[in-house]
């Protein structure tokens, strides 16, 4: 199987991977013949990117459970809305938080030894509560990196998980603006650690460490980050790890006023930030948990070939796929490499 972009799939091919729409409601089934009606529904959907069979044996194994990422999504936004008009209680928030928590550190666990490529977390590109359960898988395998203990995980994953429940009170119209946002606009947008903070207080009972991670995850350690202007002694670690992990699935992510960004160029762009806005050591241990070229990306190698990983070991220097059915080990060939990964 190999991944594919929306745009360039073609009625008859055959679908590798059962994927979940925007809501996380199951939206089409492994082995399900494409048509021109179900390619234009996931293009209505935000769909961007499936699997689809091919001639070479290779399985991508998800870092996560998809249904579970699935329930994780509903849960959220089930979580959202009942806030919003205050219907249900406290406790059962945090039971809900719990239980979804608890069983993505469980299957992260089962899976620590695989890497997170973007393709585990890009087949649509929702940024409502699909990002907070992708920020919440990124920064658990991260606080799994550090030798974080399970009491931890769980309170990285809750304030992960609820990082941005602030932006509920933001109109979607701003967040969602194509044009440049006014000062304004941008002084409203910048209050939403503050009014999340607030609300957690009021409507959840969470560990003060999760409520941090809510509070602080925008502060940057120079000082020049918000709502407090914090510098790097007074930045708990949770909301460290979890200021890369959003601004990784922010810069990954499509949208409506700029395309995503590759993975070798996102971790480029993290990488320079480090130090004065992001942690390195915390960043260093994120860098080694995502694969560069996952398997079942389409890449060009510098002959002009263009292929897919079906194998990647080796992280930088993968085994890759032709149609033909051809393969190509990079690792025993150092004169090659690869270029780019195509769309």
Not at 134 to 157: E, F, Q, R
Not at 272 to 293: C, H, L, M, V, W
Request: hydrophobic content about 40%; proline content about 3%.
């Amino acid at each position: 199987m190999h991944s594919v972009n929306v745009d360039q799939i073609k009625p008859g091919e055959i679908i590798a991977k059962t994927f979940f729409g925007e809501n996380g409601r199951l939206m089409i089934k492994q082995g399900t013949k494409l048509t021109d009606d179900l390619i234009n529904r996931m293009k209505l959907h935000n769909i961007t990117m499936v699997f689809i069979e091919d001639n070479h044996d290779v399985v991508c194994n998800d870092i996560i459970d998809p249904h579970l990422r699935a329930e994780a999504i509903q849960s959220l936004e089930h979580i959202y809305t009942s806030l919003k008009d205050q219907i249900q209680s406290k406790e059962k928030f945090v039971l809900i938080l719990d239980n979804i928590v608890k069983a993505m550190i469980d299957d992260l666990a089962k899976n620590s030894k695989n890497f997170i490529g973007i393709i585990d977390l890009k087949t649509h590109d929702d940024f409502t509560y699909a990002h907070s359960v992708n920020v919440a898988i990124l920064s658990i395998v991260t606080g799994m990196a550090i030798g974080c203990d399970y009491i931890k995980l769980k309170n990285i994953g809750i304030g992960a998980m609820l990082h941005d429940i602030g932006k509920a009170s933001i109109p979607v119209e701003i967040l969602n603006k194509v044009g440049k946002l006014t000062a304004e606009e941008f002084d409203l947008i910048k209050k939403h650690p503050e009014i999340g903070y607030r609300k957690s207080k009021l409507q959840l009972d969470i560990e003060p460490t999760s409520r941090a991670i809510i509070l602080q995850h925008h502060e940057k350690l120079d000082g020049t980050g918000y709502p407090g202007g914090r510098t790097s002694d007074t930045i708990h670690q949770f909301a460290k790890i979890v200021a890369i992990a959003d601004i990784y699935d922010a810069i990954t992510s499509e949208r409506p006023y700029r395309k995503r960004w590759p993975i070798k160029e996102s971790l480029d762009f993290l990488q320079q930030i480090t130090g004065n806005f992001i942690d390195p050591e915390i960043y260093k241990a994120f860098s080694n948990r995502i694969a560069p070229y996952p398997v079942g990306c389409k890449v060009m190698v510098s002959d002009n070939r263009v292929g897919y990983v079906i194998d990647n070991t080796n992280l930088t220097r993968p085994i890759i796929g032709f149609s033909n059915g051809d393969t190509f080990d990079l690792s025993k060939e150092n004169s090659l490499y690869l270029r780019e990964i195509v769309d």
